[in-house]
Every structure is written in C-alpha cells, then in structure tokens.
C-alpha cells in the first residue's frame, strides 16, 4: 500500500511564501508522476503543478513564475516552492502519485494554505 503524505502548509499573508512537501511511501516504485492539486473553499479542484517520471513539469498558468515544482533528495518526493502568495492560493493542497500501468492514484490527506492580507 503506497501512503502519501504533505507537509509544509499553513498561513502567510499576501505576497509571502511556502513551501510545501509531499512524500510517497515506499522505494519499490518509481511514481510516473507526482502532482498537486488545490481546492479552495466552494470551488472544485485544480491541478497546481506535476512532474512526469522524465522530468517533465507542467504547471497550471494560475501559478506560473510563482511556484516551482522540484524532485526532493529521496525517490519519490517532491517539493513545491511558492512564492508571492496571494488570496487566490488559498486552500487546501493535496499530493496525487500515479503508479503503474494501468495507472493508480494515491491521494495524501491535503495540507491547508492559508493567505490573508
């Protein structure tokens, strides 16, 4: 059973920044993808950013030259970068990891971010 777990939120005002972790259990696998999602109060998810197995990241336009998505140290571990937070990034975070083919999702518990002015 792969576990997924998210660190790192929490609450900043506007214009600061956070970093946020996310960390899938188990070295037997290498994730296809890791990506992240957010869902803010009332609204429907959204994709934030994701890396593919080869390196590629694709972010949502919402938070391009705001946030960056990198591989951490340990194998199957990311870590997304934000930086000039504003109300509109409020929500809360969730780790997805997609194994194998065909592909299974994994879903961390979320992490909640909160920028207030």
């Known amino acids: 059973q792969v576990q997924v777990e998210e660190s790192g939120g929490g609450s900043v005002q506007v214009g600061g920044s956070l970093r946020l972790s996310c960390a899938a259990s188990?070295?037997?696998?290498?994730?296809?993808?890791i990506a992240w999602y957010r869902q803010a109060p009332g609204k429907q998810p959204e994709f934030v950013a994701g890396?593919?197995?080869?390196?590629?990241?694709n972010y949502a336009d919402s938070v391009k030259g705001r946030f960056t998505l990198s591989r951490g140290d340990t194998k199957n571990t990311v870590s997304l970068q934000m930086n000039n937070l504003g109300s509109d990034d409020t929500g809360v975070y969730y780790c997805?990891?997609?194994?194998?083919?065909?592909?299974?999702?994994?879903w961390g518990q979320g992490t909640q971010v909160t920028v207030s002015s």
């Open positions: 188990g070295s037997w696998f290498s994730a296809d993808s």
């Open positions: 997805n990891v997609l194994i194998g083919f065909p592909p299974t999702d994994y």
């Open positions: 890396i593919l197995s080869r390196g590629i990241i």
